[in-house]
């Protein structure tokens, strides 16, 4: 049974980056096909996509986050990452990270997701 669990700051100030980290258990991160991505829910509002990234490394983003968002990964730690640059207080959201099967297919498992607060 794959499991992933989100990590990170809770509180972010505005204007710096919030990061954050998916740990995955139960599963390498390189099998194929695997896609492993980011949502987010602000509160009031549905899940957004950010982005992922592939069993191979490869990278892609929602283009309403593509200009500040980088996704990364660590295969040694079995971890993925999320950086999203320049944030303010509409980017407060709970963040999941998630499996999915390929790139475009939904999302299969989820971690527990994560509130981030951006506020000075």
């Known amino acids: 049974q794959v499991q992933l669990q989100e990590s990170g700051p809770g509180l972010v100030n505005p204007s710096q980056t919030l990061s954050l980290t998916c740990t995955v258990s139960?599963?390498?991160?390189?099998?194929?096909?695997?896609?492993w991505g980011w949502l987010r829910q602000p509160p009031g509002k549905g899940l957004e996509f950010m982005g992922g990234?592939?069993?191979?490394?490869?990278?892609a983003y929602s283009p309403s986050f593509e200009s500040r968002t980088s996704i990364s990964r660590v295969t040694s730690e079995n971890q993925f990452t999320l950086q999203l640059r320049s944030v303010t207080p509409e980017d407060t959201a709970v963040y999941y990270c998630?499996?999915?099967?390929?790139?475009?297919?939904?999302?299969?498992?989820w971690g527990q997701g994560t509130q981030v607060t951006v506020s000075s």
């Open positions: 998630f499996r999915a099967d390929g790139w475009g297919q939904p999302p299969w498992y």
């Open positions: 990234i592939s069993y191979a490394g490869d990278t």
């Open positions: 139960g599963g390498s991160i390189t099998t194929n096909f695997y896609y």
